[in-house]
């Protein structure tokens, strides 16, 4: 019942989005319209077989899929005051046995409209939580994972949060729902806040604080792991620095999560291997540790990416978990093209 639930909540919200995507024109400056889909295959030697994500069957990234992403600008005489985004995907779904078989998933990715105030920007629906590296980067086309793809926190969830720019870095803050993808109320939620130094952008660099509460639910993709949330206090920092050919990305976080004590740390080190950066060639260890398990984990991953076209690009990743002794190539084409 959960997971028709779940479906359905899918559903009405992409059939809200393209509402309000309808009923915008006559109010809104400009909008961009982007074609997305993908295919993606790897191979374990663990498995001995082939298989179609990057990550895990369950999980909502990378899968093969098409989908569109929709972003709209609302403007007046004072200049920009809202915008409005969601991304749309229809992904292809196979578990590892052979107990089931192939599926369409459809998935709400991006879903939310931003306020611009005097004060700050608000925005409501399913955005990046204010905790850690993926409260700005945004990795959604990549096939490397962040720490809250691996699944500690969330990329995206249900809810509103603020944010402020500011000369020497930003301030943000999000009450969401602690469940991902999926929209559940079983007394879930998770508040957290994140001070950064030091704008990217200009400065080349950010520092990030961050800290986040709550009782979060344990969830891969749309599956309920658990039926109950779990209690979650988290203090993490991120860093990133920009120079030359080189890319450093940094990301910490340590305290309780799912009710467990657990620390984990991921180190991306990416290098532009021309003037235009159409290949680079990334290196990233993330290591972990959690209450209860034997010992910790370390996964070595390694990716190249190539930019076949301005709408195209190639990615091939490079795998190995150190606890299962597994090698794990994935290949990606992506394809990200205006309409």
């Not at 915008?24 to 077989?49: C, I, K, M, N, T």
């Not at 959690?290 to 076209?309: I, N, P, W, Y």
């Amino acid at each position: 019942m959960a997971r028709t639930c779940s479906t359905f909540k899918i559903y009405a919200a992409i059939a809200v989005a393209l509402a309000l995507a309808m009923a915008a024109p006559a109010f809104a400056d400009s909008h961009l319209l982007y074609f997305e889909a993908q295919g993606v295959a790897g191979y374990s030697s663990l498995a001995d077989r082939p298989f179609f994500y990057s990550m895990n069957a369950d999980a909502e990234m990378q899968k093969p899929g098409v989908g569109f992403d929709y972003l709209r600008r609302f403007s007046g005489e004072a200049g920009d005051y809202a915008s409005l985004g969601f991304q749309g995907r229809l992904a292809y779904t196979r578990n590892d046995g052979n107990e089931s078989a192939p599926r369409t998933e459809p998935q709400a990715y991006n879903a939310w409209f931003k306020l611009k105030t005097p004060w700050t920007d608000v925005w409501a629906g399913h955005n990046r939580p204010a905790f850690g590296l993926g409260s700005y980067f945004d990795s959604h086309p990549l096939i490397l994972r962040t720490l809250a793809i691996q699944g500690f926190g969330y990329d995206r969830d249900w809810g509103i949060g603020t944010y402020r720019d500011l000369p020497w870095g930003n301030l943000q803050f999000s009450a969401t729902t602690g469940s991902g993808m999926p929209i559940y109320a079983k007394g879930n939620y998770m508040l957290a806040g994140r001070v950064s130094f030091g704008v990217l952008n200009e400065d080349n660099y950010s520092l990030g604080l961050s800290g986040g509460i709550g009782r979060t639910l344990d969830t891969m993709g749309y599956k309920l792991r658990e039926p109950e949330p779990a209690f979650m206090r988290m203090a993490g920092a991120d860093f990133a620095l920009l120079r030359n050919a080189f890319e450093h990305r940094f990301d910490l976080l340590y305290g309780k999560w799912l009710g467990l004590d657990t620390v984990a740390f991921m180190y991306r080190l990416g290098i532009l291997l021309d003037s235009g950066g159409r290949l680079k060639l990334e290196a990233q260890p993330t290591w972990w540790r959690v209450e209860g398990e034997d010992g910790d984990r370390l996964l070595l991953s390694g990716c190249f990416t190539g930019v076949v076209t301005p709408d195209l690009t190639s990615r091939t990743m490079y795998e190995y978990d150190r606890e299962s002794r597994d090698h794990r190539v994935v290949t990606q084409l992506y394809l990200y093209k205006p309409m």
